[in-house]
């Protein structure tokens, strides 16, 4: 058997495969160069073709362009009234910033476990945690695929909650033949560096709700009159007032011309990453001591990323000594997610600790995500492949 290159055997290849890497262009460079030279860098003309775009491409009937989705999130609970004495419900297996928008207003945030399967936010748990308080629920659509919208929406409408979906993940997502936002309250789009479509830093928070979207334009602009980027142009006004106590939240036209280049490829990133994710389910579906992501019929996975399972039980290693064998063998993974409850901040100030959120903690024991992005090369994957059937050979029980 071989040998994997941590117990001293040889490197599967010799240069280092990061987790990810964007795809950025020639048009994405001449985008961004034409707004340096144009004199108006802020947010201006290009962001708000950008949002245009968007929502059209989504099918929404808004977008609103923002400096990160941790801002449009934290927009959208804001602009829907929710603070102190109320409570959100999300899940435990997403990144900190989901949970953190909620605290940020000063609600209580509370948990649901996820199903294994998905990993997503289980609707039977969302259902135990209402109480007279509940305001929320903030669905993430985990790697890209899509929550169980359907009974979400279900429960909403019976409790008279709000949804505003984390869609970080979800460029490309398909729930119902739609794709996310297209019939969302509010749905927070990520342009961070490593997620499908980039902006370097950004968000659009999606909705098809006029009072949500003229309160978040106003609010991403310390609260000022919703146009107030224009005050500066010739049809500007010099006076304006501050009417609630809005945020920085704005998005630059340095990041909409990426973002518009970006959107444009946005359909060949998905069906790069899906034919990637059927190479890796094709090559590791049938070896012991993996579990390969489910996609559950009817749904467009957005594919952000390859959340692979180890079988701990038929394997001598424990997940992290399996990402450091990765590592020696040049390749780069990286674990998504931490849970919530077992973070510091969250398990001091709500006593949670292990044990509390069972499926999560599960998940989060087992999952790795390897290497996956569309710039890939046949090469890079096929080692990754290689690298992976030979670390797991070797410490199969
Ligand atoms: C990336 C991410 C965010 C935050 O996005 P930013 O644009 O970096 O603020 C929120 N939720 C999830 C699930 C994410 O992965």
């Known amino acids: 058997m071989e040998k994997p290159a941590i117990e001293g055997g040889k490197p599967v290849r010799k240069e280092f495969l990061p987790f990810s890497l964007p795809w950025l262009g020639e048009e994405e460079e001449k985008a961004v160069v034409a707004v340096l030279r144009s004199g108006w860098i802020t947010t201006g003309s290009k962001t708000a073709e950008f949002e245009e775009k968007f929502a059209k491409s989504v099918g929404a009937k808004h977008a609103v362009a923002v400096s990160s989705a941790t801002a449009a999130l934290h927009l959208s609970l804001v602009a829907t009234g929710i603070g102190k004495g109320d409570e959100v419900i999300t899940s435990p297996y997403t990144f900190c910033a989901t949970a953190h928008v909620i605290e940020y207003t000063g609600a209580k945030t509370v948990l649901a476990d996820v199903q294994k399967d998905t990993f997503n936010i289980d609707p039977k748990e969302i259902e135990k945690k209402i109480t007279p308080k509940t305001r929320a629920i903030m669905p993430v659509h985990y790697a890209g695929h899509p929550c169980d919208m ?7 409408e019976k409790h008279d909650l709000h949804i505003i979906e984390d869609a970080a993940h979800a460029a490309g997502t398909e729930y119902d033949g739609k794709r996310i936002g297209a019939e969302s309250e509010a749905a927070c789009y990520s342009f961070y560096a490593n997620k499908q479509l980039t ?9 098809n709700d006029d009072a ?31 009417k609630a106590l809005g945020f920085k939240y704005n998005m630059t036209d340095i990041q909409a011309a990426l973002g518009l280049e970006q959107l444009k490829k946005i359909e060949e990133f998905v069906r790069l990453r899906s034919k990637l994710a059927e190479f890796f389910s094709r090559e590791l579906g049938s070896i012991e001591g993996l579990t390969i992501p489910r996609v559950k019929p009817g749904v467009k ?39 919530i409850h077992l973070h510091p901040y969250y398990a001091q100030k709500y006593g949670w600790t292990r044990g ?5 903690e599960w998940l989060y024991d087992r999952e790795v995500s390897i290497p996956f992005f569309p ?22 029980r």
Request: with cysteine.
């Open 150 to 156: 359907k009974e979400i929406r279900e429960i909403a």
């Open 301 to 339: 996975h957005g594919w952000y990323l390859y959340p692979l399972l180890l079988n701990l039980d038929e394997l001598k290693i424990d997940r992290a000594k399996f990402i450091e064998a990765m590592a020696a063998e040049n390749l780069g993974c990286s674990v998504h997610f931490v849970p």
């Open 356 to 360: 509390d959120f069972p499926v999560a």
């Open 375 to 396: 710039k890939m090369s046949g090469q890079d994957s096929a080692d990754v492949v290689e690298a992976v059937k030979k670390i797991v050979g070797y410490y199969r």
């Open 199 to 207: 902006t370097a830093e950004g968000g659009m928070l999606v909705t």
């Open 212 to 242: 949500i979207a003229d309160k978040a334009r106003s609010l991403r602009l310390f609260g000022i009159d919703k146009d107030a980027w224009k005050r500066y142009t010739k049809s500007g006004k010099w006076y304006y007032e501050v």
